[in-house]
Nanobody, 124 residues
Framework: QVQLVESGGGLVQAGDSLRLSCAAS????????MGWFRQAPGKEREFVAA????????YYADSVKGRFTVSRDNAKNTVYLQMNSLKPEDTAVYYC?????????????????WGQGTQVTVSS
């Protein structure tokens, strides 16, 4: 069992940066691939970024590529999402998710555990 708690969301202006954190419980955090998803009002939850269990491989949605960076610190049981050059269309609730196994995936249904989410609002 893994419990995930996101933090770091807030209200920012377009062009600003935020860093989201996702703290995980459990001793086997390093055995999980991690993903970030987001859900805007009235829209489906969509994939944002993912990272392999070792941190050696990452993958991003086209909409955030070059602006967002996912990383992890297995010693701290934490995964991060650095978000730069934020745009109003990045406004959403951001969720982290954990998947048993080493490889990252983009499908929401492939993840086993989810956090409660943190709100990110970007004003124009």
């Amino acid at each position: 069992q893994v419990q995930l708690v996101e933090s770091g969301g807030g209200l920012v202006q377009a062009g600003d940066s935020l860093r989201l954190s996702c703290a995980a419980s459990g001793r086997t955090f390093s055995s999980y691939a991690m993903g970030w998803f987001r859900q805007a009002p009235g829209k489906e939850r969509e994939f944002v970024a993912a990272i392999r269990w070792s941190g050696g491989s990452t993958y991003y949605a086209d909409s955030v590529k070059g602006r967002f960076t996912v990383s992890r610190d297995n010693a701290k049981n934490t995964v991060y999402l650095q978000m730069n050059s934020l745009k109003p269309e990045d406004t959403a609730v951001y969720y982290c998710a954990a998947r048993r196994g080493s490889a990252w995936v983009v499908k929401r249904s492939e993840y086993d555990y989810w956090g409660q989410g943190t709100q990110v609002t970007v004003s124009s």
